[in-house]
């Protein structure tokens, strides 16, 4: 009753005990006041659960959401498309990039296992300790690590081929496009992969053919899940404070007491 509107939904589960066991799902909306409101604590992250949450939303209220912040679970997305078919769902460009950005370092795994074979001792000491230079931007190189990186791309044209297109993608998500120009713009990157045929990226191949219109979705507002992360940091912090949190309402409480102070 005390919200006059919701725009933005942000699910998201956290793992109440160590081991990622007894997941919750919270739902959450940004606030100009308080950062974030926490809507809800679920006692599980099952669709029928998320559903049921959601068509309690007052009509008044669920009828004026736009925009879902959401990872690539598939419960989540359609209790999302089931009870609010006017959002737009956002697969968070966190969540994305972190995909792509494994698929180019398990490149690198393999490349410089298959190096240290091939190698001499003194070759592979050029190119060792190039894992950080590796992850890194060209833009946040420094020379010797540009040098460095030059040199592993002499040994490997594989391990170039991967962090070029890791960059690419990247420089993507970077660009003005809208939803249409971004689907374009990625489905050519994808036919760049492919023409490669590094099959460490055929995993995010088919995650791009699952949720290209979800991601495409971020390049409406270039809204993220941040909002979402930063909050689960918080969630884990209270649960660190008070020596684990097990209880679904008590959680629930602990959060809006966090949020709100005592009323």
């Known amino acids: 009753d005390r919200f006059q509107r919701i725009e933005i939904l942000g699910i998201d589960e956290i793992a109440l005990k160590p081991g990622h066991r007894d997941y919750v799902v919270l739902v959450t909306t940004p606030s100009t006041h308080q950062g ?17 949450f959601l068509a309690s939303i007052p009509i008044r209220l669920r009828n004026r959401i736009e925009r879902v912040c959401t990872d690539m679970y598939l419960g989540f997305v359609n209790a999302a498309k089931e009870q609010l078919p006017r959002a737009h769902i956002i697969i968070d460009r966190f969540h994305v990039a972190r995909a ?6 398990r490149v690198r795994r393999v490349e410089l296992k298959l190096l240290k074979q091939q190698l001499s001792k003194k070759e592979y000491g050029d190119i060792k300790g190039a894992m950080w230079a590796f992850r890194k931007p060209p833009e946040q190189l420094k020379d010797s690590e540009w040098e460095l990186l030059q040199r592993l791309f002499t040994y490997s044209a594989k391990m170039k081929e991967a962090y070029i297109l890791r960059e690419e ?4 998500f970077e660009r003005k496009y809208d939803p249409k120009g971004a689907k374009c713009a990625i489905r050519a990157w994808c036919k760049r992969v492919r023409s490669c045929q590094i099959p460490q990226f055929e ?49 629930f409480q602990r959060l809006t007491l966090d949020i709100h102070g005592s009323f």
């Open 169 to 172: 993608l990247t420089e993507i």
């Open 100 to 105: 792509y950005r494994n698929c180019a370092d």
């Open 36 to 52: 974030v409101e926490v809507l809800a604590v679920l006692g599980d992250r099952k669709k029928e659960t998320v559903v049921n």
């Open 203 to 251: 995993s995010f191949l088919r995650t791009i053919e699952t949720w290209l219109e979800q991601i495409a979705n971020y390049f409406l507002e270039r809204l993220t899940s941040s909002f979402v992360e930063g909050f689960n940091n918080r969630v884990k912090v209270l649960k660190r404070r008070c020596y684990g949190i097990f209880d679904v309402d008590r959680l």
